[in-house]
């Protein structure tokens, strides 16, 4: 999945020119546990059903899917940003046309390039029609029932259209919301109004997994990966970003940033105990990516949204000064693993099909990965994987994804200019490019 990529600000970290590097190494993390997720799954480690997980290799590795969700608060907080500031400074609302050519640009040519590939290269065999092939390229195939044993490299990639409802969507609900918003007469006001309708949100997300887990459905259904389950990240991200604009538009600080300002290592240390329980996984089966019933979901949602609130709050509250968020999140390794994550998340599964000669390329149909688990050890196929995404990734970011970013740049100057616009005003985190960007 994306994410928005954001210019440095205050308490992000040292400074760099375009980037804000502590958030940048954080999505390195987190893209990085999401792979060792999806690796110890293939690998056998990690139970489904009737294979049995690696005992507590399985449970720990299976609790790493934690580090997803934050991508989706990244996109709420860095998306919603200037739409907030809006509602509160009574400031120039976005352009939503600009807007939605951006996040266009930022996500679809790189996606696009790894759905081509996966399906010449992995599900050539299967393809039976011009809907086959023009589905995944529409982002329909996590939303119209496709081929039932899914499309082979692409199982990731469910992020992507729920990513893209939510950008089509955030300029009705910031409408929504402002309108609700507006009736305060104060900022304070109008931040306190703008929580209330995302409050709902969150109810609304717990509510959607609540119904997607019902035994009716059967596991795994197409409604799993609707963006409606996943509407709590988003609105705690939104939720962030009314409290960044009420700080931007007042110079007041906000007691939440003041908590989190004394005690961001706390924040840490309360995201590391969610991690243990998600762990222990309640309701459910340590170690095993069985499909999760009502009651274990909604824990599991529940530990996501506190955890997901907990990692990044440190690293995007302003003047939040630690040598240990600096050292452990702005080391040059993680930061440019952060910078090319959204390579990695579209095509790690890829890699390991093809270190599996699992696909079409080999003279077969391929077989789903649960069909194939097990087939190659963990440390051999997570070294393939980490070898072969990093290096597809880096050409893909700097022969697709920055000349789309550039183009973009230019179509929106260009509008600017064309309607005598002037620019909005810079903002300490800006949203350039995009959360995954897993």
Not at 198 to 222: D, E, I, K, M, R
Not at 404 to 412: E, G, K, V
């Amino acid at each position: 999945m994306t994410a928005p990529e954001i210019r440095s600000g205050p308490g992000t970290g040292p400074r760099d020119s375009k980037r804000a590097p502590r958030l940048d190494g954080l999505r390195g993390y987190l893209a990085l546990g999401v792979v060792l997720v999806h690796v110890a799954f293939s690998a056998g480690i990690i139970g489904f059903y009737d294979q049995p997980g690696n005992g507590i290799w399985a449970v720990m590795l299976q609790g790493l899917n934690v580090l997803l969700p934050p991508f989706f608060v990244m996109s709420g907080l860095l998306l919603y940003r200037p739409f907030a500031r809006a509602t509160i400074a009574g400031a120039r609302k976005p352009d939503v046309r600009q807007y939605l050519l951006r996040r266009a640009l930022r996500i679809l040519p790189a996606y696009w390039l790894v759905a081509v590939v996966a399906l010449f290269l992995l599900d050539f065999r299967n393809i039976d029609g011009l809907w086959y092939v023009a589905s995944p390229l529409l982002l329909l195939h996590y939303y119209v029932p496709g081929p039932e044993q899914g499309y082979a490299g692409l199982e990731p990639t469910w992020t992507v259209p729920a990513e893209m409802t939510f950008y089509l969507a955030l300029p009705l609900l910031a409408w929504a919301i402002d309108r609700y918003a507006r009736r305060g007469a104060t900022p304070r006001q109008r931040t306190r109004r703008m929580l209330v309708p995302l409050g709902l949100l969150v109810v609304a997300g717990l509510a959607w997994t609540a119904y997607s887990h019902l035994p009716s459905l059967g596991p795994f259904p197409y409604e799993y990966f609707w963006v409606f389950g996943f509407t709590g990240f988003l609105a705690i991200g939104m939720g962030l970003a009314a409290l960044a604009a009420y700080a931007e538009t007042t110079d007041r600080v906000p007691r939440f940033y003041r908590l989190v300002a004394r005690r961001p290592l706390m924040f840490w240390l309360g995201a590391l105990v969610v991690f243990v329980v998600n762990c222990i996984r309640p309701f459910g089966k340590p170690g095993m990516a069985d499909y999760a019933t009502v009651p274990e979901a909604l824990v599991e949602m529940v530990l996501f949204l506190a955890f997901a609130l907990l990692i990044i709050s440190p690293v995007v509250v302003p003047n939040v000064h630690s040598r240990f968020l600096d050292a452990v999140l702005t080391n040059r390794p993680m930061r440019f693993f952060g910078r090319i994550s959204y390579g990695v998340y579209l095509w790690h599964f890829i890699i390991q099909y093809l270190w599996l000669r699992n696909g079409s390329v080999f003279g077969d149909a391929p077989l789903p990965m649960p069909a194939v688990q097990g087939r190659a050890g963990f440390w051999d196929l997570m070294a393939a994987t980490m070898v072969g995404s990093v290096a597809v990734a880096t050409l893909s970011y700097y022969l697709f994804e920055l000349p789309a970013m550039r183009l973009r740049n230019r179509l929106t100057s260009s509008a600017q200019e064309a309607g005598g616009r002037p620019p909005a005003p810079e903002q300490p985190a800006r949203e350039e490019r995009s959360p995954m960007s897993v």
